[in-house]
């Protein structure tokens, strides 16, 4: 499946990461690298493999994971075009640390682990970048266990939904998850996901179709995040 109208560099270059890298730099991976298509649930990467390659999101929706003892594979969090994934393992050579599989239908562009690092080597506006990268994770990351610590699963799911509705720049729009998923990643089962879309429902927050959502009150939205209850309660 071909990208329209985007060459391998164009994508490379839209990643928060090669942004910053020379023409050559991006014109050297691009020339090593290739397009890879990816069905529903095909694997990328699995927990444990070594790190071969540095994927760049083209097209579709990626989810990252692990698998526990008991089977279940919590969602970390979801990959989306301009996205770059594998980079770390790349660098410190080692095995990867979780698995990452398309969500729906996506394409990626893959790089040789030993172009990357060269470019890595070469570019010195890449470490820079990577450095500031690494903060902003570790910053969500912190976020991620506050959340899990002081909300409870309505409180994180209302942030979940006003986090989309802020990054697709949309009231409207078509949640890239099932329920199932979105309990995977936020902490509680589908059918605790179901109830707490229909309490938001009822508090006049949001209408829910399916995975369609229509946002009523996006600061009501954020003060259920906040506070545990609805601004008028």
Not at 49 to 75: H, K, M, N, Q, Y
């Amino acid at each position: 499946m071909a990208t329209p109208g985007r060459d391998m560099a164009d994508i490379l270059r839209s990643t928060e990461l090669l942004r910053v890298a020379r023409a050559d730099t991006i014109d050297a991976l691009a020339a090593s690298a290739r397009i890879r298509l990816l069905r529903r649930d095909d694997i990328l990467f699995l927990e444990g493999d070594r790190p071969t390659t540095v994927c760049a999101v083209a097209i579709g929706t990626l989810r990252v994971f692990t698998t526990s003892l008991a089977g279940t594979e919590p969602t970390f969090t979801l990959l989306s075009p301009g996205a770059l994934v594998g980079e770390l393992g790349v660098l410190d050579d080692l095995p990867r640390s979780a698995s990452v599989a398309a969500l729906r239908t996506a394409e990626v562009v893959e790089v040789p682990a030993r172009a990357f690092r060269a470019a890595y080597d070469a570019d010195s506006a890449i470490p820079r970048r990577l450095v500031q990268l690494l903060a902003e994770r570790l910053r969500a990351l912190s976020d991620g266990l506050a959340d899990l610590t002081y909300l409870d699963l309505g409180g994180r799911l209302a942030k979940y939904l006003a986090g989309e509705a802020d990054r697709l720049d949309a009231t409207t729009f078509r949640l890239a998850l099932t329920q199932a998923e979105l309990g995977q990643m936020l902490g509680g089962a589908r059918q605790t996901v179901n109830q707490t879309l229909q309490s938001l429902t009822a508090a006049g927050l949001v209408s829910v179709d399916g995975r369609n959502v229509q946002i009523h009150d996006l600061a009501g939205l954020r003060h259920r995040a906040v506070t545990g209850t609805p601004r008028n309660s």
